[in-house]
């Protein structure tokens, strides 16, 4: 989405060079009209490291720009209002306190001008403060969801570098172990599991659900190192006598991390909606502890007579969903400023 | 002028008018990045007229491709173009999508560079054809089908029946580039704008392509448009030549005239910097002689050069290289036979010498070049360096020998790491295996690159950062990080354009005087292999089939295969090049009467 | 080919017996089985701990527990079937026979959510790559991500609760004030514009046309009270079947040719004469006769329209026997939508249901039994359908922009083909390739979110045996679910990759 004006050619553009190369004396084969990397090189003759490229890549796609700064908010109003570790935060009510229902419950929050009052979200059945509630299941929420993307994320890439890079026994017994998790629907083997370990806290539940999801990035990962490790630059590597250990990550690792970021974070916004989904079914988040799914599911006879109580939790979902999703997007163009890759 | 009728082209169809089929003037192309508008050609001017191969010729980025294709209103969505092109008086810049589409492919039309990428892999070639003949006639498709099989006959695809039903992948490289001409041919253009139609073939597909070009040529009077870096195709085919840097015309002259005299800097510089087959040995097939386009060969020549290779084999020093019968075959997956890349190979080099290992793709050079470094394994017989058989060796033996030996890879681009900077790159062999402190390994690669006539101030960059020709220096600091006895370069230089070649390869020359390291020099390119080595190996399909020294090879070549590949390079000097393709007529008669 | 199959069968075996093992072991660890017996006490108590320790093998220890359950699957993949029962759930009862009653719905809510989400994300992404950076792009990648972020069941129940039942009301009495037509004229004038995109001046002119359309057909639509007594009738499935046929032909072929134009009219005709012949057949047929007066139509626009299409038959009678299906499918639709009335008045003038997958103990044509389950489809489609419809766009988008820019591509723009051309016979094949591999995933996820839609519109599926087991520690009923959902996961695998080497002739399966 960021580069509006310029039209990707094919894909050895990258590999190649115009005579835009203004450091450079000589050039070798090109047809390809410049490339935006080329033209960020005409402007700054100071040379960028590929991480400047990509920041500067990334903060031109206004999505993610956008995306970046709803989570930023997101995450100081939900650990800043109530507080977190024993912290305390600056909004007054507790989300576990019972307290008299103040008109019906109807949130107090008013836009213009702008008013918390006395429940901004509106209280539950109970008389307990929603918004304080709905901050604590945010919480957990993002805890859960970032747990997962990075137990999805180690689980994946290991599995992924190992069988892309031995092929073999290794492969075969490694994706074969992933085409027997895959065979099984996520929703269906977290729920499985999920009954179990959701009461033995937050934690062992994300961690488990980061040990069920971590499939689609081990053949994302996979798929790089097959086609990484054929480069020339491996097989210098090689040549020149490092180690698989050091072939593994300090050459081919580093070159997938576009992969695995973008990959990740699409994990992470998986898992914001796979842990509500096991909320919903009653299989996930258990009391005293809640979440912003569980929160939904306890309110959801109520949707005609109290909207608001399944309606914003909903909006927090939604928010952070689409938040880490478009930063997701902005990571992807700017890691690969060519079209997106397609292949599985 | 599509035409109506399905016969073939003959003769008395070739069109018949005054002045030229199209005039080009101050043609300008630019690209949009950023809202900012980029320069890639301006004041673009020439003519093409009937019967006349026009070749456009330039190194990478200057602007010779974008040019020919805003002809036809082909560039990216990003790119637009200004001037004027006139085809028999009809305007093509800026004329409307709906005129240009019956231009395109009818009037005008273009080969491409890659036949590989250039056909859809999912439909028939046949399809392919014929698609092109209906969208400019109003042939039925039975008829469209008759005229697609006669254009395959035509550019000599055999079996065009049966071929016609045949996918893109189930063609050879050359082969599709047959049938892209013919999907060019197919409503019997007035213009054909040949974009690099040769650089991705071997030599003797190559020589074959061509002289289908000019056969076509001459019979359909029609106009080609030659875009190409390549000066020997230049000499081989094109009667105008139009130099082009950096998006403008530097020089245009007919053909012979602009290699015997010519007037810009540029072009002399572009010109020297062109490898000449035969420069270095004084001549090519020099026992070929071809009389009334009768062949002899005088077998008495080579004779003299004998006792030059007994000598050496006699020289009782322990080579820097020796393969003794070497086999390396590709596992076969499951169901299918393991391929035998290369078959009982054997070569040597002494310290201090350079061998050239030439064969076209698929001959097996690129896998010796592999096999000799370690990086795959052999199936049979023994690769010694310096002494020491490595098909034996575990990885952890082999670690130490390491040292011994280097490699450069054929791609810059793809060899360096693009997320390690150029010091790091260049210093890993050192750290791996002297273990140097940071202040030492510091100090090396500064040498280093110096040595590669790099400033030390580019070990902090990324190879993302560097053009071509600096990249491939890099690898070769890298490579020589361990002052190797043995260099193994694989096409070191075909990925750049020939003035940085030269200079690659002059350092390399250089190097190995200073350094005296013995190198397998693995390349396509006579002419490059001629500059460099002292001893060529020949390689055909897996198969060594000879091997001597430089002039005793490019001289008094004794096999077949060699002779071809000889007579199939093109030299970049018209009367000598018109020479050698009637020696390379007659070799190949006597092929085909053997 | 037949090589292919076998190995992929084997491999697929020994996958889904590695799964069942895993599930198992998962299922039967994952709680009490006795935990709703807490409170209670007393010889009921013992009773039924007695019968639920018989029925699940309770004495028997996990692993030969396992082989057991195995033993009953084992016993339905013997030809002939001998007490194939899939093992009994905690009350003693067979499971096969409730894995019967559950499947039908649930694999007809996937099939059609499936189908339904891969042809709009499909169309969609196509349309979204080609105006690659304009308004339409920009919008459907929003809406696309926002799509990515809804949960489910929140969608679903949003669904269920604010869209059925406003639907219901105003289906039980259809008026439009002037002002909303106008409104939804506008709202479709702006859709269209923003597809078609184009110059200012082409798409005010898009805007004006299509936003006077709508309101006026929607105007018509009203007044003739079309939304009480739904159907096409003969004009318009003549005006209709003259459309496809034209419709076709454009993407199909063009209009260069006029003898395939020619050849697409007379399939059109053929398609119309058939829904005449067909009136007196289809009052209330089987299954049997509705395909079988498909394949007829089909067969003679082929015929016919080869005929027409003289030296363009082949492509003429591809277009035909297209032309006849779609009319065909369009003829099904019709007659669905004329039992509307009755079913509605059945339903107590509240047509679109909430809850259940059909109507109980409903008599009725082959029609309305089927316009019933269409109508139970109808929300929990919706939500299963944007989900994946989401993810459809994306990637048709990025492959198909892919495609686009290869040298192939080029290639056929330099021959001077039509755009058309250029897009659908280039382009489009070569965009399938990568979507093939996604279906296989995007089935086994609609299959999981299926439990989560099933849950929230109570339907009585394979969702709900699987949650009901999941809860109660009931390993059968649970097993049950998975051998359909993993079967079917490998089944898509398989056809994908088929589906992958009929597109790409590079591959070959072995």
Sequence with gaps: ?????????????????????????????ATAPPTREQTDRIRTTAAKSQGRLIRERFFRHKGALAGIALLALIFLLAFTSIGFAGIPGWWNKDYDVLAARFNEGKPTLTLWPFSLGEHPFGQDVLGRDYFALTMRGTQTSLIIAFIVGIVAMLIGTTVGALAGYFRGWTEAFLMRITDVVITIPTVVIAAAVAGIVAKAGIIPFAVFLGIVTWTGLARLVRGEFLSLREKEFVESAKSVGASSFRIIFRHILPNTVGVIIVSTTLAISGAILLETALSYLGLGVTAPDTSLGKAINDNRSALTVRPWLFLWPGAFIIGIALAVNFIGDGLRDAFDPKQTRVKQ | MGSHTSEIITDDQAPEHEGPILAVENLGVEFNVDDEWVMAAENVSFEIHPGEILAVVGESGSGKSMSSMALLGLLPRNGRSTGSAKMLGKELIGAPQSMLRRVRGNEIAMIFQEPMTALNPVLTVGEQIREAIEQHTELSPAQAKKRAIELLRMVEIPEAERRYDSFPHQFSGGQRQRAMIAIALANDPMLLIADEPTTALDVTVQAEVLDLLRKLNKRLNSGVLLITHDMGVVADLADHVVVMEKGRVVEAAPTAQLFAAPREDYTRQLLGAVPHLGSKVGGVLADVEVVDGRLSIHEEYAERLQTDREHRSAAGVVPALELIDVDIEYPGRFRQPAFKAVNGVSLTINPGEVMGLVGESGSGKSTIARAVTGLIRTAAGSVTIGGTDITRLSARQL???????????????????????????????????????????????????????????????????????????????????????????????????????????????????????????????????????????????????????????????????????????????????????????????????? | MFYFIAKRTIISFFIMLAATTLMYFLTISSGDPFEDLGETSGPEKAATIAARTAAMNLDVPPIPRYFLWLQDVGHCLVPGGISCTLGQDRTGADVLPQLQNAMGSTLRLVVVATVLALVLGVVVGIVTAIRQYSTFDYSVTFVSFLLFSLPLFWLSTLLKQYLAIDLNTWLSNPQFSYLTIALIGVVAGVIWAVVVGGDRRRRLMVFGVAAAATALALYLLLVTRWFVNPGFGVVGMLVSAAGIAVLWTALLAGFRRRRVLNAALAAG???????????????????????????????????????????????????????????????????????????????????????????????????????????????????????????YTRYTRASQLDVMNQDYIRTARAKGLSERTVLVKHAFRNAMIPITTLMAFDFAGVLGGAVITEQVFGWNGMGKMFVDGIATVDP?????????????????NMLADIAYAFLDPRITLS
Excluded at chain 2, 465 to 478: D, F, K, N, P, T
Excluded at chain 3, 289 to 310: D, E, F, K, R, T
Excluded at chain 3, 339 to 359: D, H, M, N, V
Excluded at chain 3, 477 to 492: D, I, K, Q, S
């Design chain 1, 1 to 29: 989405m960021s580069d509006k004006k310029f039209e990707p050619n094919d894909s050895r553009a990258s590999s190649e060079r115009s005579e835009l190369t203004l450091l450079s004396q000589d050039t070798d084969i």
């Design chain 2, 399 to 594: 670690l130490p020998l390491r040292k011994k030996f280097a490699i450069v890879f054929q791609d810059p681009a793809a060899s360096l790491n693009p997320r390690l900077s150029i010091g790091d790159s260049i210093g890993e062999p050192l750290l791996l295996h002297e273990k140097l402190g940071r202040a030492a390994l510091d100090e090396r690669v500064a040498s280093l690159l110096d040595d590669v006539q790099l400033p030390v101030a580019f070990r902090n960059r990324y190879p993302h950062e560097l053009s071509g020709g600096q990249r491939q220096r890099v690898g070769i600091a890298r490579a020589l990080s361990l002052q190797p006895d043995l260099l193994v370069a694989d096409e070191p230089t075909s990925a750049l354009d020939v003035s940085v070649q030269a200079k690659v390869l002059e350092l390399l020359q250089e190097l190995q005087r200073e350094r005296g390291f013995a190198c397998l020099f693995v390349s396509h390119d006579l002419a490059v292999v001629e500059l460099l080595a002292s001893h060529i190996a020949v390689l055909n399909k897996g198969t060594l089939v000879e091997q001597g020294s430089t002039e005793q090879i490019l001289k008094y070549p004794r096999d077949a295969y060699t002779r071809r590949l000889l007579a199939a390079a093109p030299v970049p000097d018209p009367k000598e090049q018109s020479l050698r393709r009637e020696q390379r007529s007659a070799l190949l008669a006597m092929g085909a009467g053997e």
């Design chain 3, 269 to 391: 005709a053929v398609s119309f004469a058939g829904y005449l012949v067909s009136i007196p057949l289809l009052t209330d047929p089987t299954w049997l006769v509705v395909v079988a007066l498909v394949i007829v139509m089909a067969v003679v626009s082929y015929v016919v329209a080869g005929a027409v299409g003289g030296p363009f038959r082949a492509q003429a009678a591809k277009i035909g026997a297209v032309i006849a299906v779609s009319v065909s499918l369009l003829i099904l639709l019709d007659r669905l939508l004329q039992a509307y009335p009755t079913l509605s008045a059945k339903a107590g003038g509240r047509p679109i249901p909430t809850t259940g997958s059909q109507s109980a103990n409903l008599a009725g044509t082959f029609w309305e039994i089927n316009l019933d389950y269409a109508l139970h489809l109808i929300l929990p489609t919706i939500a299963l359908t944007l989900i994946s419809f989401a993810t």
């Design chain 3, 476 to 492: 059968g009923p649970v097993m049950a679910f998975f051998l359909v959902v993993g079967t079917a996961a490998v089944l898509f």
